[in-house]
Structures are given as C-alpha cells and as structure tokens.
C-alpha cells in the first residue's frame, strides 16, 4: 500500500515559523502524531524522497527520526522497499512518547482509561512498598514535594504543580525499591504532564487531590503500608473522576494536536 501523504507543513515543505529549532525532534514528533492519527496508515510504505519532501528534512534528518520510529516499533525501513508504517499491535505502547502522541490524538479518552487502569495496578503497590524501604531522603522528598504542591495550588500555578506532583510520584515509585515499578515513572510522568497540557486539570488544583497526596508521604513516613497503599487508591480514583469531569466541561476531543 503506497501512502497518501498530508499536505506539506508550509508550501515547500519547509519548517513553519516558530517550529522548534531542534529540527530532529520536530520531525520526531510530527511522525509519532501523523502516525497516531492515522494520517499515515499502518501497512504504507514511503520512499525517503516523499520523507523529506513531506517534512521539510534533509535524508541524514530523516534517517535518524525513522530510526527514532523503528525503536518505538512504529516503522519499519528496508533498504530499495522505503519506511514501511507498523501497525499498532507493535507500538512500545509504555514508552513515554507514544503515550504523550496518544494523549494528543483522538484516542485520548482510550489512552487516559488504559493508564488509569494500568495505575491502578502498580502506584498503589509502590506506596505499600514505599512505607516499608523508603530512606529518610526519600522521606523528606516526599513531604517536600507535598508542601509544594500545597503552595503552588493555592496560588494556581498548574506548570510549577505539576514539577511538585511528577517529583512526588517519581521518588514514591524509586522509594518503592523495585526497579521495575521505578522504570514506569515516565509514563506516570506523561499521564501528569498530559493532564495539564490538555486542560484535563481543574484551574486550581483540588484539595482533595493534595490532602490524599499528603496521606500517602504522611503513610510513607509513619511505615504503613495499609495506610499508603489505601491512601494511593485514592488518588487515582479522584485523578480519574476529575478527568472525566473536565472531559465533560470541553468542546470535543481534538482529531489531532501539537505539544
């Protein structure tokens, strides 16, 4: 199947003006989007002259985004067939950028109930842990980045809230001791980033939200780990209940957007 590609980004094929000047990371990007949003289909081959027409990149460009692509099991490049598009049965579904294109697609809704079950599954399990191997460093951090998120809240700050909320949930799962809940902080991280660059987050952040945050380091600190684990129950739960008011307070799901 050939591909029928979209429009060039401006006439030319050239950067439109205020496009990052890290010219590979935007390439990066508008193939991770084209490719979510179905713009370019699963099983499209592409010669690298349509590559780079389409985005505006020299081939040595083109060569290390598609390269980008191949890792995260989105394309494919055979030397005299071209970039053969995979299908999303071969997507690293857990690796934080395909998460952070998805939550820009129109499958947000999808991806937003996928991440929420899949925390469901190993944050409450890491503040269990946490409560049992935190040090006294990890400790204060947790504290810390509560009485941040306190502060930042009250003053409507979303960008230096979410700094304070991705600190305390990164250091919760590294406290947890195992490295392979630690290794998922990236994804809980795009899930936190993805709330605000969506306008998934309330304008001032709930007190319930930060009082259930301050439960769990509270949990953390004391060593229980019925307390943390109940406590980051929670959490999600109101994380998901306040998504799923603010999806109800916009206009549509976009088909497609940038960061």
């Not at 490719?35 to 499209?44: N, Y």
């Not at 590294?174 to 809980?188: F, H, P, Q």
Request: contains cysteine; glycine residues 6%; aromatic residues 2%.
């Amino acid at each position: 199947m050939t591909a029928v590609l979209p429009p060039p980004l401006t006439p030319g094929g050239q950067r439109p003006e205020g496009e990052p000047a890290d010219l590979h990371s935007a390439v990066v990007n508008r193939l991770g989007e084209d490719i979510v949003s179905g713009r370019l289909e699963a099983g499209a081959v592409l010669s690298s002259e349509q590559l780079e027409t389409r985005y505006g990149a020299s081939r040595s460009v083109m060569r290390e985004a598609i390269r980008v692509l191949e890792q995260l099991g989105m394309a494919a490049s055979r030397r005299r067939v071209g970039v053969t598009i995979a299908s999303r049965e071969m997507w690293k579904v857990f690796d934080p950028l395909v998460i952070r294109w998805r939550l820009g697609s129109a499958e947000r809704d999808n991806q937003l109930r996928s991440l929420s079950e899949l925390r469901r599954g190993f944050e409450p399990v890491a503040a269990e842990l946490a409560a049992q191997r935190a040090t006294p460093d990890q400790c204060a951090t947790l504290t810390g980045a509560v009485m941040e998120m306190v502060r930042h809240g009250k003053a409507g700050d979303l960008r230096a809230y979410l700094a304070a909320d991705v600190v305390f949930h990164s250091t919760l799962m590294k406290a947890s001791g195992n490295e392979m809940i630690a290794a998922l902080d990236g994804v809980v991280a795009e899930v936190l980033t993805g709330r605000t660059e969506h306008d998934l987050m309330p304008a001032q952040p709930r007190t319930e939200a930060i009082r259930l945050h301050a439960d769990v380091a509270t949990a953390v600190v004391s060593g229980d780990p019925e307390a943390a684990r109940a406590a980051m129950e929670a959490i999600i739960a109101e994380a998901a209940q306040a998504i799923a008011m603010q999806l109800d307070l916009l206009p549509s799901t976009p088909t497609s957007t940038s960061s």
